[in-house]
């Protein structure tokens, strides 16, 4: 194999900012990037690493007059989703946006001052704390980890660096969950004791992955980034590396669960859980490519006799609850169903007391999209960074989330029932279980934080 020749260490060693880095008020971030953000029109300089599913999530919120920014950078490891970016934002903008292969090229440059990072798991965390170092603020879509330790860097890069990592639970943003969340806080379902969060999904058959020449176009080892390299199989670049093993995915409870968990985790006000129990299995195509289960009930105790059960069905799409996904919380005097869509308020007997629609457009179970709350929860970002808005999914919050999801798929890997420390979920009772809590790099990518 190659040297990998677009290490951390390699680009810190090159880079002026591994050199020596200026710094404003004590945070790391070039002088002309702070002028830029704080200058006469507050315009912001941005790049979208990550070109694929998720690129509808950012199309509006860039082209928005009311965002101010300007897409200096469409990165992607793969030419065609370069140049497929690039003629769908030709239809938005009036100028043309930097097609650039290399994420450290992107990071170098000093004129941009914030990235959304839209790449597989296994570069999440990876590639916000080196934005941070590089004096960027991150949009991290979720999960905003590949692993638990991976979650205290992010909260440890945060305030390192100063930067605001904004993680992509967009239902943080809706304006009908915020008003739900806020009542069940104040007691208009009495104490909140259990939320259900669940997701179902039709997925089919996945292909077996055998070993394949490396695409046309892909730099297939920019590709793997931190993680340890491999040599290339069929069909791993594209969406199917969720599935692939644990060097790149995080299963679906990663994918998917991270979204709901957050809003259960929300509504009952808890953090971390003291108990994780887990059944999981892989029930359909059991000789395809998918190496994870595909079908999970977890459960997570926490402090307060509350609980988080999760019901994540990949690839049988019966409609247990209504929806293809969403949050259901009870509490002593009735319960809340709430998803991306709107809610509905029940007293204790189950009658519907109101109810309200957002009428927004974003997407359920579909693959990637995007649609009104990506786009407020992108825009929130952006204030963010200007200092006129409270950010809405501070890094530390999305880190706990996401956490919950990780607790739930080393359940599912270890077959035990975890016992964490409620102060910060570290696992007491199994050296086994707490061995995932991290995972190998490829030499050259370790943290460094």
């Known amino acids: 194999m190659k040297k990998n020749n677009t290490s951390r260490r390699e680009f810190l060693k090159k880079s002026a900012l591994g050199a020596a880095g200026l710094t ?71 100028y043309t946006p930097i097609q650039e292969e290399n994420f450290f090229k992107v990071i170098e440059d000093k004129e941009v001052d914030a990235i959304l990072l839209a790449t597989p798991d296994h570069w999440h965390a990876p590639g916000t704390w080196l934005a941070n170092e590089a004096g960027k603020h991150v949009y991290v879509e979720k999960p905003c980890s590949h692993n638990p330790y991976e979650g205290e860097l992010l909260v440890k890069s945060r305030d390192r660096y100063g930067k605001i990592i904004q993680m992509g639970n967009q239902q943080r943003s809706s304006a009908e969950t915020i008003e739900i969340i ?111 289960y595909d079908t999970m009930d977890a459960t997570l105790r926490f402090p307060g006799n509350k609980v988080i059960k999760w019901d994540g069905k990949s690839r049988n799409g019966h409609n247990t609850y209504g929806g293809g996904r969403g949050t259901i919380i009870y509490g002593t005097e009735g ?51 200007r200092g006129k808005e409270k950010q809405r999914s501070p890094i530390d919050e999305g880190a706990i989330s996401t956490l919950l999801g990780h607790l739930a798929n080393i359940a599912s890997r270890t077959g035990e029932v975890l016992k964490c420390d409620p102060s910060n979920g570290h696992i007491l009772n199994s050296y086994k279980a707490m061995s995932l809590w991290e995972r190998e790099y490829e030499k050259g990518w370790e943290p460094k934080l």
């Open 335 to 385: 319960s809340v169903w709430v998803d991306r869509g709107g809610y509905k308020l029940y007293d204790r007997n189950g009658k519907l007391i109101r109810q309200r629609h957002s009428g927004n457009n974003e997407g359920g179970t579909q693959l990637g999209g995007g649609g009104d709350l990506s786009t407020l929860h992108v825009q929130n970002f952006f204030e963010a960074i």
């Open 182 to 292: 806020n009542e069940i806080h104040n007691g208009v379902i009495g104490t909140p004791y259990l939320a259900k969060a669940f997701y179902t999904n039709n997925r089919g058959r996945v292909i077996n992955p055998v070993k394949a020449p490396v695409p046309d176009g892909l730099n297939w080892d920019l590709w793997q980034g931190p993680a340890p390299r491999k040599d290339y199989e069929h069909n791993t670049w594209d969406y199917n590396w969720h599935w692939y093993g644990w060097d790149y995915g995080t299963a679906e409870t990663g994918n998917n669960a991270v979204h709901e968990l957050d809003i259960a985790r929300w509504a009952l006000q808890v953090t971390f859980p003291e108990e994780v129990m887990v059944d999981s299995g892989k029930y359909h195509w059991v000789d395809d490519g998918w190496t994870m």
């Open 24 to 94: 404003i008020a004590g945070m790391s971030m070039p002088a002309k990037s702070y002028a830029s953000i704080l200058g006469a029109n507050d315009r912001l300089n941005i790049a979208i690493i990550g070109l694929g599913r998720r690129l509808g999530a950012y199309i509006q919120p860039i082209a928005s007059a009311k965002s101010n920014v300007r897409l200096l950078y469409l990165c992607d490891v793969m030419k065609k989703q370069r140049v497929k970016a690039g003629n769908t934002f030709s239809k938005v903008l009036d």
